[in-house]
């Protein structure tokens, strides 16, 4: 299929003519990032990186409103911890970049590895950061008045992925990772249901992305873990995002480290532990489930920049008087906890300042011209409006650009801002209902991945870990996870047979393509 001329600056290709150019030419239109001179690895530009901010604040918040404290680990990891738990070091052998060297020179004009300078033991570059912390916690944790230990660190890892693409999957990319140390089973159980909890409250109250809670299979566990549980969403095309984990350790990694504490009887026994993480495969998340063929839609609560004031003039007489208007609104605006920027460049028209804006997500624009200056009123366009259904474009277009007296403009703000955001989350959720079905015939399900475009399917169950690989090849599909009760819709609830085998299953799972 062709694609469609671009006749704009950073014009875009449509989702229904090519999905996976569509998300590259909305991050490129947006400007959030870029791939850099080094393989698999992107630089976040700015406005990116101010939406990566704003989720790290709000994340950050309720970590420490749930008695978390941040602290920072090294970067290199020496070999040997890593390979002290093998299940852990098997799962990441493939993804590690390893230092052998520590320092180049040159020969014959070639800058090689000083063989000189060769460690005495190689350090892996972080793919995560279990074993260089749980060497820390050795020194940190004697008895059980130390625990619980609550840390969290913002950082980078690296795993070396040969197959990637911008915000879903790099080298190299941002994340947190919450490590806890815990004197019993029962509260370390009870750390990772808090944190997966706080990950979808989070999901849906902030990023107005709906997610099913569940268990991951024994095969999609993280290396190490007794037990992960995580968030799935649904992209616009369907495929299943894995948008945040947290892992139950058990003793695993306390016993690797030889982590002990003196219990409450006088005991030495090991310390249970946890772990969990999102990173910034979340921008991802926001871009895929909420924007459209203009570009970038972001919820207000993430939004860099929730309103942009754009004063409208032909002379340098309406461009002072209008910009000083615009300065006025934006100062009220900000004085009631708006993010605002006023766009008063010159030389661009402002049609182009729409069709900026617009691209890069912005919530809300405030037009002010020298006739809105006489009228005493203000424009006001939204970024989105809410599909109804029978509407004609012109009340779409009514309804997505007004004009209002000044005050009731400005008092009408943070109330609109919070219906965008509530009317994000239940479009993504009727997206998400469309999606999804219910199946008890493995030929049904055939048909709705290859020739229906798939989405998430609730399916029985009761194959093992070499079943999987086989529904993984016949299909491209995989168990997301084993949902919780409540997670379950009322249409897929029972017990029945297992789409595969035939063999009696007692809960359905949740089966999709997947990022």
């Known amino acids: 299929m062709n694609k469609p001329a671009k006749t704009e600056p950073n014009a875009i290709t449509t989702r229904a003519q090519d999905y996976s150019q569509w998300y590259l030419d909305v991050i490129k239109k947006a400007t959030l990032a870029e791939h850099s001179a080094v393989r698999g690895c992107m630089v976040i530009r700015p406005h990116g990186y101010a939406i990566w901010e704003k989720m790290q604040r709000e994340l950050d918040d309720r970590f420490k409103a749930t008695g978390h404290e941040n602290a920072y680990f090294p970067l290199f990891i020496p070999l040997s911890l890593l390979a002290r738990e093998e299940k852990h070091a098997s799962g990441f052998a493939k993804e590690c970049a390893v230092v052998t060297h520590h320092r180049l020179k040159s020969v014959n004009g070639e800058i090689v590895p000083d063989p000189e300078s060769k460690l005495e033991e190689p350090l892996v570059v972080r793919p995560t950061s279990e074993t260089i912390i749980w060497e820390q916690y050795k020194s940190w944790i004697q008895s059980y008045r130390d625990l619980p230990l609550l840390i969290n660190q913002w950082a980078n890892v690296v795993r070396w992925e040969m197959r990637t693409r911008l915000f879903l999957r790099t080298a190299e990319f941002l994340w947190q990772e919450g490590h806890t140390a815990h004197a019993t089973e029962k509260e370390a159980l009870e750390e990772t249901w808090r944190m997966l909890e706080v990950y979808a409250d989070f999901a849906e109250n902030v990023m107005a992305v709906p997610v099913i809670k569940g268990r991951k299979t024994e095969g999609e566990r993280f290396a190490g873990a007794l037990e992960t549980l995580s968030i799935e969403g649904m992209m616009q095309d369907g495929k299943a995002l894995q948008m945040g984990t947290s892992h139950y350790l058990g003793q695993n990694f306390s016993k690797a480290a030889d982590v002990k504490f ?66 006025k609104v934006a100062a009220e605006l900000k004085a009631l906890g708006v993010a605002v920027k006023v766009d008063d460049r010159d030389g661009i028209m402002p049609g182009a300042k729409y069709y900026e804006w617009e691209g890069k997500g912005v919530p809300l624009r405030i037009e002010v011209g020298p006739k809105d200056l006489e009228k005493g009123s203000l424009c006001i366009a939204r970024r989105f409006v809410t599909e109804i259904k029978g509407e004609s474009p012109e009340d779409q277009r009514r309804r997505r650009k007004a004009f209002l007296p000044r005050a009731e403009a400005i008092a009408s703000i943070v109330p609109t801002l919070a219906a965008m955001q509530a009317e994000l989350l239940e479009k993504a959720r ?12 493995l030929e049904d399900y055939e048909k709705f991945f290859k020739d229906e475009g798939g989405g998430f399917a609730w399916v029985h169950w009761a194959g093992t870990a070499e079943q999987e690989e086989e529904m993984a090849k016949r299909f491209e599909t995989s168990i997301r996870c084993l949902p919780f009760e409540d997670q379950v819709p009322p249409e897929a609830k029972g017990e029945g047979v297992c789409i595969l085998t035939g063999k009696p299953s007692k809960q359905r799972v949740l089966m999709a393509k997947s990022y």
């Open 430 to 441: 009727q997206a998400r209902a469309a999606r999804t079905r219910v199946f008890d015939k």
């Open 262 to 327: 003196q219990n409450r009887e006088g005991q030495l026994e090991y310390v249970y532990a946890t772990s969990w993480g999102v990173s910034t495969r979340l921008v991802g998340a926001l871009i895929m489930t909420h924007s459209d063929d203009a570009g970038l839609v972001l919820p207000p609560k993430l939004a860099p920049v929730q309103v942009i004031v754009i004063p409208i003039f032909k002379s340098p007489e309406e461009q002072a008087r209008t910009s000083e208007e615009a300065k």
